[in-house]
């Protein structure tokens, strides 16, 4: 009988936008070879770059989040193996995998080490060098205790084992280490190849979804390109990546709340007044290019938010932003924008965190309802940062 995988995938491949879409269509690539019949089910909703699996003999479901219909669906296809891509569906789908077909190999697909992911942007918020204390954060938690409750673990990279081994003490029976598998260049392409001395210019590419792709750019945009120009005043950089466009927005209305006693707005404040004292308004894109160069000091760009979002931030101050709710009501005679929609559009510049920990008591770092505006907000900025 034909061996039949299922790979639960957080989102649809994208190989031509991703690593992480590359690295998928190479392990279905694999148990194709091994003559495996092969099902792609995820619950997330399709891109215009989503590759057609359907065109390579792979069954494409789509799939949902805390529903039952997931445990008949998996008991009649009744699988060999279950490849989960990123250990947020290992949480989500593999105690009913587990439950309804005990049977079958359960295999994680970590696509890098998320609590290292992690570890790092917290460091880089932080403005300090990444050591190994910043390993251990709730990611981490969620992540190995997946990787515990998987049979075997797919790690991409040498540093990540020796993280797993002797930063979290895994049993390396538990992992194993499978790097890109990508054809090697033969000698005769490599001499067809023009030479160092004969080539120009530079590139640089990257899905602007990743957020470090998105820093890397900037980084060497503002501050290594012009070092690069001063030697090679005729060399041309090349930015290439998918998405390009969901990231390249900057805040374009003078419109500001922050937090009182902000560093963030003092500092925009003393400026502004200072403007205006010495009577020089005749270039107004002075204050955006001001709050630009604030928002770059403070690191604050994921604050960063569209117009449409106002109201909805607003809305946000109430509790019943955290209560499970399928539609959030109109306000101030304002229809609420979907979710979805707040990511396309001109950005604007929104604080509002303070009110919701001081006014409510609310912690930003609880869990709240899966239904809630909070959490189905931030499953959407995880899902743009991971991908």
């Known amino acids: 009988m034909r061996k039949h995988l299922l ?22 690539e694999v148990f194709h070879s091994e003559e495996y019949h092969i099902t792609f089910a995820s619950p997330c909703a399709k891109s215009d770059n989503a590759f057609n699996l359907e065109s390579i003999g792979v069954s494409q479901v789509s799939i949902e989040l805390n529903n039952s219909s997931f445990d008949v669906f998996i008991k009649k296809l009744n699988p060999n193996v279950v490849l989960f891509d990123r250990f947020m569906m290992e949480e989500q789908f593999g105690w009913r995998v587990k439950e309804q077909c005990p049977d079958a190999l359960r295999v994680l697909d970590t696509e890098d080490l998320h609590c290292l992911r992690k570890g790092r942007q917290q460091a880089f918020k932080d403005d300090k060098p990444f050591d190994e204390s910043y390993l251990f954060n709730d990611t981490a938690k969620r992540e ?4 515990y409750r998987s049979d075997l673990s797919l790690i991409i990279s040498e540093a990540e084992m020796d993280i797993l081994k002797h930063q979290f003490k895994v049993d390396e029976s538990l992992l194993l280490y499978l790097p890109f598998m990508l054809n090697s ?15 120009n210019h530079f590139i640089t590419i990257g899905n602007f979804l990743h957020e470090p792709n998105y820093n890397a750019v900037l980084y060497l945009k503002e501050t290594i390109w012009p070092l690069i120009r001063k030697q090679l005043p005729k060399a041309e950089l090349h930015v290439y990546g998918a998405y390009a466009s969901q990231k390249s927005y900057v805040p374009n209305i003078g419109v ?5 006693k902000s560093e963030f707005y003092k500092e925009a404040y003393e400026k502004c007044i200072s403007y205006n ?6 270039d107004k894109l002075k204050y ?11 690191k604050y760009e994921k604050y960063v938010k569209m117009p449409k979002v106002f109201c909805n931030l607003d809305w946000w101050h109430s509790k019943e932003a ?5 539609k959030f009501p109109s306000k101030y005679g304002v229809k609420a924008p979907t979710i979805s929609s707040m990511f396309n559009g001109p950005y604007t510049v929104h604080f509002w965190r303070d009110r919701i920990t001081k006014k409510y008591g ?19 900025i995880d899902l743009y940062d991971k991908v």
């Open 7 to 28: 790979i639960i995938g957080f989102v649809w491949p994208e190989p031509k936008s991703s690593a992480a879409g590359s690295r998928m269509m190479q392990l279905i």
């Open 144 to 147: 190995i205790a997946s990787i």
């Open 185 to 199: 260049i033969s000698e005769e392409d490599i001499k067809t190849l023009p030479k160092f001395e004969n080539r």
């Open 256 to 260: 500001l709340k922050a937090p009182p």
């Open 277 to 282: 004292l010495k009577n020089k308004n005749d």
């Open 288 to 298: 955006m290019r001001m709050l630009r160069a604030l928002i770059k000091k403070y």
């Open 322 to 326: 955290f209560m499970p709710i399928h």
């Open 362 to 380: 609310l912690s930003l770092n609880e869990k709240y309802d899966e239904k809630s505006l909070w959490e189905i907000m931030i499953k959407y």
